[in-house]
C-alpha cells in the first residue's frame, strides 16, 4: 500500500487530501476547522484529519506533495518587479519580508511543520513540489470519467500561467499551451469583483449572482482593457489595472474609463450601475471561455473536456458552453479552486511522475465530493448533551417523513448528514434546505438565514430521474457547477408591466412553479442527486415529491455571510441557534427551535468578518 499526502497552502483555500494507492480517500479545507473563511494558513488541522482517517501516522505516508514551486513564483514576483519598477516597490516590499520568511524557503518550513505533527517524521527526501496548474489540470482529468479529454485551466494566477490546455490520455497528461502573468481571466474578474465592491478571492461568484439583474452595456469598455483572440487567447492592457505592482487591482485610468471610483462597500448601496457592470465582465468571460472551448476542439479533436481553476467554478460560463455543444462531454473538479490543487498534486504524482496505471470509473473517482469528517450518532448526540440541546432522536423512516413534511409547509431547515464535502459548494450533506415553490423562499433564506444581499441565487438538488422534465438540460450536474433555463412548461409568464422593471426591482415576480431557485433570466445553478451517492438525500427529496408532486427543493450552504461551511454538530447547532432557522436535523435527531434553551440564542452573525 501506497500513500500520498496532497498539501496546498498560503494562498487561499489551504486544503489537504489523501491517497491510497491512487484512490482518493480523504480530503478537507482548513478553513473549516478554524472557522476562518478561506483559511490560507499552514493545513494542520485538515492534514490531522486526513491522517486520522486513513489510520496513519505522518511518518508512515510515502510521500508528500505540495501543489505549487515557491521559487517560480519568486521568479515571478522579482521579474514583474524588474518590469514595471520603480512603480511596483510598494508591494515588492510588503511582499518580501513574506517570502524570505515562509515562503522562498519552503520545503525547509513544510519540514518543520509536518515535524510537529509526528517527530518520526525525519525525511525531507520525500517532500515534492508540483506545478500549479499541473495539479489544478490533474485534479480535473485524473478522477474524471473520461479515458481521453482535454482538459483547459483558468485562474487568478499560479507560478507564472494563468490560463492552461493540456492532453490527458490514461495515466499521462501533457500541458500543450500556457498563457502567462500579468495576462489573467481570473485576474479581469477578480478586478471587477474588486470595482463593484466586493471581496477579491471570496466574492466572485456575487458578481455572476448580480450580472443577471444588468445589461451589458458596458461590453465595449471592457474590451478596451482586454485584447480578445479569434481563438480565445488574450492580452490584458496593464495601463487599466494595478495588481502587477500596487496593492489594488484597478486605478485611477480603469475608474476614468467606467466613470466612478470602486464601491465602498460599507457605505455605497449596489446600483443599476453595478448591475450592468456585471453583466458586462460576465458576457466577456462566457465569451472567452467558448472561443477557448471551439478552438481546442478543433484543433486537438477531441470529444471530452475537463475543468479546473477558478474561473470553472463560474457555473453560468460552464453552462453557456454546454449549451453550445462543442464537447460531447464535461465533466468539472468540484473543488476546482486553490483546495483541490492539494488532489491534483497527489494524483499528479501517482500518475505521472510514478506511471500507475489508470483505470477508468464511468460515474467519476470523486465519491460525490463527499470526502470530509463525519460523526457517528452517538458522537452527535454526546456533543449536542455537552452544549445543551434539546432534541429526540427518530428512526430513518421517520426522520425522512418528519422533515419532508417541514419542509412543505415552507419550514427553513438546517441539513447535517454524512461527510462533509470538499470545495465550495454544498451538496446535501451540510445544507440548508427549503420549499422551492415559496415565492418568498429566497429574500427570507437571504435576509433571515443567511444574512447577506437579497439578490443572491440559491440552488435547486433535484432528483437526477427527473431533471429533463424541469430544466432544458440532458446532462448530470452532482456538483453543482452547469446553470442551465428552467423547462418551458414550468414558466410562468410575466406581464408587460413587469418585463419593464429594472435591476433588483425583478426580485420578487414569480417565473416558475419552482420561484424560490429560478434567477431572474430563467435559468437556475442545477445539483441532480441520485440514490448511489447520497441515498439520505434521494429518499428525503423522494418524499417531499411524494407529498408535494415537485421532485426539487432548495439548497444552500450551511453557514452564514462571511462563515464557512459548517463541520461538527457543534458549529451547526452555533449556526441554528444564531438564525431563524427552524429546524435542525442533525444524523437521527431533530432539534425545534421553539423547543431549545432561549439562554443559547446568539447574535451570530457579528461572529464574521462579512465577505
Known amino acids: 500500500m501506497t500513500s500520498i499526502l496532497g498539501i496546498s497552502a498560503f494562498y ?23 472557522r476562518k473563511k478561506h483559511d490560507s494558513s499552514y ?18 505516508v510515502d510521500q508528500i506533495v505540495f501543489f505549487e514551486k515557491p521559487f517560480l513564483k519568486f521568479e515571478r514576483l522579482l521579474e514583474t518587479y524588474v518590469a514595471f519598477a520603480p512603480k511596483g516597490f510598494i508591494s515588492f516590499a510588503k511582499a518580501m519580508p513574506l517570502w524570505i520568511k515562509e515562503k522562498l524557503f519552503q520545503k525547509n518550513f513544510l519540514f518543520k511543520k509536518l515535524k510537529e505533527h509526528d517527530e518520526k517524521y525525519i525525511s525531507e527526501e520525500n517532500i515534492f513540489f508540483s506545478d500549479h496548474h499541473l495539479s489544478h489540470a490533474a485534479s480535473a482529468f485524473f478522477p474524471s470519467p473520461f479515458e481521453e479529454a482535454v482538459v483547459l485551466t483558468a485562474d487568478g494566477v ?5 490560463t492552461t490546455v493540456a492532453i490527458g490520455k490514461g495515466n499521462e497528461l501533457d500541458i500543450k ?38 445589461n451589458p452595456i458596458y461590453e465595449n469598455k471592457v474590451k478596451q482593457l482586454i485584447d480578445i483572440k479569434d481563438d480565445g487567447t488574450f492580452r490584458l492592457n496593464q495601463k487599466y489595472f ?41 458576457k466577456i468571460t462566457e465569451e472567452i471561455m467558448i472561443k477557448l472551448a471551439r478552438s481546442i476542439r478543433k484543433e486537438f479533436n477531441m470529444k471530452n473536456l475537463c475543468l479546473a481553476g477558478g474561473v470553472a467554478l463560474n457555473c453560468v460560463a460552464n ?48 465519491k460525490g465530493s463527499y470526502l470530509g469528517p463525519e460523526f457517528t450518532q452517538e458522537q452527535i448526540e454526546n456533543e449536542l448533551k455537552s452544549i445543551g440541546a434539546n432534541f429526540e432522536v427518530f428512526s430513518y423512516e421517520n426522520l425522512i417523513n418528519k422533515t419532508s413534511e417541514y419542509l412543505s409547509n415552507e419550514k427553513i431547515i438546517g441539513w447535517f448528514q454524512g461527510k462533509m464535502e470538499f470545495g465550495p459548494r454544498a451538496l446535501g450533506n451540510r445544507s440548508i434546505l427549503g420549499d422551492p415553490r415559496s415565492a418568498n423562499m429566497q429574500k427570507n433564506l437571504n435576509l433571515k438565514i443567511k444574512y447577506r444581499e437579497s439578490f443572491r441565487p440559491f440552488a435547486p438538488s433535484i ?34 408591466k413587469q418585463k419593464k422593471l ?47 408532486g415537485c421532485p426539487v427543493i432548495v439548497n444552500t450552504s450551511f453557514n452564514i455571510r462571511g462563515e464557512p461551511i459548517v463541520r461538527s454538530p457543534t458549529d451547526a447547532f452555533s449556526c441554528f441557534m444564531g438564525t431563524e432557522l427552524d429546524y435542525l436535523i442533525i444524523g437521527d435527531c431533530i432539534l425545534d427551535k421553539q423547543k431549545q434553551d432561549k439562554n443559547l440564542l446568539n447574535n451570530y452573525n457579528k461572529n464574521f468578518e462579512l465577505d
Open 12 to 34: 487561499h483555500d489551504s486544503a489537504a487530501c489523501l491517497l491510497k494507492d491512487g484512490k482518493i480517500i480523504a480530503a478537507a479545507q482548513e478553513e473549516r476547522f478554524t
Open 43 to 60: 493545513p494542520k488541522n485538515a492534514i490531522e484529519f486526513v491522517l486520522n482517517y486513513a489510520n496513519l501516522k505522518l511518518s508512515e
Open 158 to 162: 499560479g507560478e507564472w500561467a494563468t
Open 177 to 214: 499551451k500556457e498563457i502567462h502573468f500579468p495576462h489573467s481571466l481570473g485576474l479581469l474578474y477578480s478586478a471587477f469583483t474588486y470595482y463593484t465592491g466586493f471581496k477579491v478571492n471570496s466574492g466572485e461568484y456575487k458578481l455572476m449572482g448580480l450580472a443577471p439583474y444588468g
Open 242 to 282: 494595478n495588481y502587477a505592482t500596487g496593492l489594488t487591482m484597478t486605478n485611477h485610468k480603469f475608474h476614468k474609463l467606467f466613470g466612478k471610483k470602486p464601491r465602498n462597500a460599507q457605505i455605497e448601496k449596489i446600483t443599476q450601475f453595478h448591475m450592468d457592470i456585471a453583466a458586462s465582465i460576465q
Open 319 to 366: 453552462g453557456k458552453i454546454l449549451k453550445e455543444k462543442i464537447f460531447d462531454n464535461i465533466w468539472i473538479q468540484p473543488a476546482a479552486g486553490d483546495a483541490g490543487g492539494s488532489l491534483g498534486a497527489a494524483l499528479a504524482l501517482w500518475y505521472i511522475e510514478q506511471g500507475n496505471k489508470r483505470s477508468i470509473n464511468l460515474e467519476d473517482d470523486m
Open 463 to 496: 432528483l437526477l430521474e427527473d431533471l429533463s422534465d424541469w430544466f432544458d438540460i440532458k446532462t448530470d450536474s452532482p456538483y453543482m457547477l452547469l446553470v442551465s433555463e428552467i423547462n418551458s412548461k414550468k414558466k410562468v409568464s410575466m406581464t408587460d
Open 502 to 548: 429594472f435591476g433588483i426591482e425583478k426580485l420578487n415576480i414569480k417565473r416558475s412553479e419552482i420561484p424560490a431557485v429560478t434567477h431572474v433570466d430563467y435559468s437556475a445553478r442545477i445539483q441532480t442527486v441520485n440514490k448511489r451517492t447520497n441515498k439520505k438525500y434521494f429518499d428525503l427529496i423522494s418524499k417531499f415529491k411524494e407529498k408535494t
